[in-house]
T-cell receptor, first 113, second 113 residues
Framework: GEDVEQSLFLSVREGDSSVINCTYTDSSSTYLYWYKQEPGAGLQLLTY?????DMKQDQRLTVLLNKKDKHLSLRIADTQTGDSAIYFC?????????????FGRGTSLIVHP | DVKVTQSSRYLVKRTGEKVFLECVQD?????MFWYRQDPGLGLRLIYFSYDVKMKEKGDIPEGYSVSREKKERFSLILESASTNQTSMYLCASSLRQGSYEQYFGPGTRLTVT
């Protein structure tokens, strides 16, 4: 089946930028998402990007999509301790007949002072 | 704001008990989903529903059943709870069109003793 891969952990210092990376295998992926999960909570949609876009920016968040390499990244500028969470990458390919996202296993972002 | 609520945040049940987990969404979404989340395994899809009274098996349906009698409500049933069903259960909903992003409830942490 299709796959979404992420590294498990990322540790950064407060005030630095964080970059969380994701690779996927489905060449028909249409929408790619980033979700955030704080401890003991459900997933919260952060942002998503349509496959015909290269970049999307929303305040401190920048999403970059390299469709040729099937690589998605989330950059968080000026990372704060409140950004410590698990970040999930996901994709859907409705043209392939499914609207059900395939999720990565999540990257735990640890922000230390 | 989309709101997905789950009936309990924490639940403790005994082996063999019948367990009901309820999920309600208030945004008239057609699709609803049940996932379980375990450390190191990410999110695994149990069941989903794309309409009232319709249900489809996900990746790990064994030991579970679901019910969708009303559009806004999707119930997960553990017919006879077992210790290996101790987990975090997450409900989500999405539209059947558009960008298909999912909205998650806060989760139910179920412990089966």
């Amino acid at each position: 089946g299709e796959d979404v891969e992420q590294s498990l952990f990322l540790s950064v210092r407060e005030g630095d930028s964080s970059v969380i990376n994701c690779t996927y295998t489905d060449s028909s992926s249409t929408y790619l998402y980033w979700y955030k999960q704080e401890p003991g909570a459900g997933l919260q949609l952060l942002t998503y990007i349509f496959s015909n876009m290269d970049m999307k920016q929303d305040q401190r968040l920048t999403v970059l999509l390299n469709k040729k390499d099937k690589h998605l990244s989330l950059r968080i500028a000026d990372t704060q301790t409140g950004d410590s969470a698990i970040y999930f990458c996901a994709e859907t390919s409705p043209s392939g007949g499914s609207y059900i996202p395939t999720f990565g296993r999540g990257t735990s972002l640890i922000v230390h002072p | 704001d989309v709101k997905v609520t789950q009936s309990s945040r924490y639940l403790v049940k005994r082996t063999g008990e019948k367990v009901f987990l309820e999920c309600v969404q208030d945004m008239d979404h057609e699709n609803m989903f049940w996932y379980r989340q375990d450390p190191g395994l990410g999110l695994r899809l149990i069941y989903f529903s794309y309409d009232v009274k319709m249900k489809e098996k996900g990746d790990i349906p064994e030991g579970y059943s679901v019910s969708r009698e009303k559009k806004e409500r999707f119930s997960l049933i553990l017919e006879s709870a077992s210790t290996n069903q101790t987990s975090m259960y997450l409900c989500a909903s999405s539209l059947r069109q558009g960008s298909y992003e999912q909205y998650f409830g806060p989760g139910t942490r179920l412990t089966v003793t």
